[in-house]
């Protein structure tokens, strides 16, 4: 199979050429593309002067439309299979390669890499947790199927579900609406666990007030793509 990663990097100078290298060594069978989401720390620089492969998109359209990026180009580039893979350093690229094999193997239509089926390593912080159960409890209300990490951004596709992405495809906070869009499509859904680590640069874009609205948005966004079904 044709694999690659998709690593969206807004301001991720510090972390995104360790994750870069953490692919190349531990997950060569996969090509990787940087998307730059309009960085202003230096990112794009950094891309330039070590070579990278990447996009450049110039004007900012957040995780949602980087992503989308991502996936039209694993689309139109004839990849059977498309990874996230966040550029702050807290992914760990030697579960890429299990996450392939379960996407084989189970015929799954997405493979989530969760950190809460084993939970070993990096767990979050307490607050965040309680919100990724309810959002966990909130799908499985919605669709009947249990997603123990909905807003983990280290998910698998297959062609099928790159396509749906590159043609539509949540613009903030996409994860949990996301999985809900293909869960009403009848898609399968399978997880494994992973161990996460700690951001290793970035800032992240949910904290403050913002945490309200979160929560607010991506509740409203699951059940109104649930009603489309």
Not at 127 to 143: A, D, M, Q
């Amino acid at each position: 199979m044709k694999k690659i990663v998709i690593i969206p990097a807004y301001n991720e100078s510090g972390s995104l050429l360790q994750a870069v290298k953490d692919i190349e060594e531990h997950a060569p069978g996969f090509d990787y593309l940087v998307v730059n989401d309009c960085s202003t720390d230096g990112t794009l620089e950094l891309c330039r002067k070590e070579k990278l492969n990447y996009v450049n998109l110039s004007v900012n359209l957040g995780i949602g439309g980087a992503v989308q990026t991502g996936y039209l180009y694993a689309y139109q580039n004839g990849y059977d299979v498309a990874v996230q893979f966040d550029g702050d350093g807290q992914h760990d690229a030697r579960y890429l390669e299990q996450m392939a094999e379960e996407l084989e193997r189970t015929s799954s239509d997405m493979v989530i890499g969760s950190r809460f089926i084993e939970k070993e390593g990096f767990q979050s912080s307490g607050l965040r947790r309680v919100g990724i159960r309810y959002f966990s409890l909130l799908i499985r209300l919605l669709t009947g199927k249990r997603v123990t990490d909905p807003t983990s951004g280290m998910r698998m596709v297959n062609r099928d579900v790159m396509g749906i992405y590159a043609e539509s495809y949540p613009k903030d906070y996409p994860e949990p609406e996301s999985v809900v869009a293909i869960l009403r499509l009848g898609k399968k859904v399978t997880e494994v666990p992973v161990v996460m680590r700690e951001r290793q640069g970035g800032v992240s874009s949910i904290h403050g007030f913002k945490t309200i609205y979160y929560m607010i948005k991506v509740t409203l966004a699951i059940c109104m793509e649930r009603l489309r079904g």
